[in-house]
């Protein structure tokens, strides 16, 4: 059972490089979103998608573009990475509805110098 | 003000010991409320749901409360292996989901 996956798990990067965060589920999950996670700060909602097609903000969405083609792909796009932008990034599935498990991927430790 | 408010850590308590952690929310159209625990370095699972009418699963007693938009997460006869953070979290009014910082728990032997 794959669930949700992140690739890469780390990841260094130079200031003003780009990359692309990749996350995939197998749950046939409608909403999937994107968190960083900061010493203090908890989870913090940067995009998310409740469908093929529909993307919106979240609490901090500077500086990450995300799409969503299909339904099982959630890429988080970093355009011109800041050293702000230092942390550990999660990707979260869901089925719409009340009381909905949120199932994880494994995260992402970015570093950007 | 933020959305998910939670008590600051650390609770440091004795094997045995109850411990509660409190949680306030503010959006008044949130509709599902879910207490999730992250271990060290890893991904957040899902503790339990927390339902209007109150909901206990073996150990763990969760509460909410609408009218003061407040949601508390009761742990009895703590164990070793209950040390990790606790995360508030509230969904609905715009599927958005939106976690509180998180209250770290260390069970002492």
């Known amino acids: 059972n794959a669930g949700v996956t992140q690739t890469p798990k780390f990841q260094v990067l130079k200031t003003g490089q780009s990359m692309t965060l990749q996350c995939a589920q197998d749950m046939n999950h409608e909403y999937m979103s994107w968190y960083r996670q900061d010493p203090g700060m908890g989870l913090r909602l940067i995009h998310y998608s409740v469908g093929a097609g529909i993307t919106d903000q979240g609490e901090v969405p500077n500086g990450y573009n995300v799409s969503r083609s299909t339904t099982e792909d959630f890429p988080l796009r970093l355009l011109s990475a800041a050293p702000s932008q230092t942390s550990v990034y999660f990707c979260?599935?869901?089925?719409?509805?009340?009381?909905?498990?949120?199932?994880f991927g494994q995260g992402t430790r970015l570093t950007v110098v | 003000r933020k959305e998910v408010e939670q008590d600051p850590g650390p609770f440091n308590v004795p094997e045995g010991a109850t411990v509660a952690f409190n949680c306030t929310y503010s959006?008044?159209?949130?509709?599902?409320f879910f207490w999730y625990r992250q271990d060290c370095r890893k991904e957040p699972k899902l503790l339990m749901s927390v339902y209007s009418s109150g909901n206990e699963d073996g150990r763990f007693t969760a509460q909410l409360n609408r009218a003061s938009q407040y949601i508390s997460l009761l742990i009895r006869d703590s164990k070793l292996s209950d040390s990790a953070t606790y995360l508030c979290v509230v969904s609905g009014g715009g599927f958005k989901t939106i976690f509180g910082a998180g209250t770290r728990l260390f069970v002492k032997a």
């Open positions: 979260a599935s869901s089925s719409l509805g009340a009381n909905t498990e949120a199932f």
């Open positions: 959006n008044s159209a949130s509709q599902s």
